[in-house]
Nanobody, 123 residues
Framework: QVQLVESGGGLVQAGGSLRVSCAGS????????MGWFRQPPGKEREFVAA????????YYADSVKGRFTISRDNAKNTVYLQMNRLKPEDTAVYYC????????????????WGQGTQVTVSS
């Protein structure tokens, strides 16, 4: 019933910007904490950012703090990740996730996942 669909990935030069989106359906979107994770090729999935139900609390991984911004539009059932000053090491599949429990940085805390969208940053 619950579905999360990411979009907006692509190829961008280092130093550039990109915004990925995640559209939710089958859930009361405003009742869920939303998070972004990423998985570089050959590496394990890692936490990127999370946002509380109404956007009042934001949390970022140190690797993206100051460069990435997470936001949400509950009227559109959508969460965004604005990525600025991108680096080659940001290259990964980016996943959207949702939890009804609490804001957290662990994969185990999230109940629903999207299929991912590829972001590639060239030198």
């Amino acid at each position: 019933q619950v579905q999360l669909v990411e979009s907006g990935g692509g190829l961008v030069q280092a130093g550039g910007s990109l915004r990925v989106s995640c559209a939710g359906s089958g859930l009361t979107f405003s009742s869920y904490v939303m998070g972004w994770f990423r998985q570089p090729p050959g590496k394990e999935r890692e936490f990127v950012a999370a946002i509380s139900w109404n956007g009042g609390r934001l949390y970022y991984a140190d690797s993206v703090k100051g460069r990435f911004t997470i936001s949400r539009d509950n009227a559109k059932n959508t969460v965004y990740l604005q990525m600025n000053r991108l680096k080659p090491e940001d290259t990964a599949v980016y996943y959207c996730a949702a939890t009804r429990v609490r804001l957290g940085v662990g994969e185990y805390e999230y109940d629903y996942w999207g299929q991912g969208t590829q972001v590639t940053v060239s030198s």
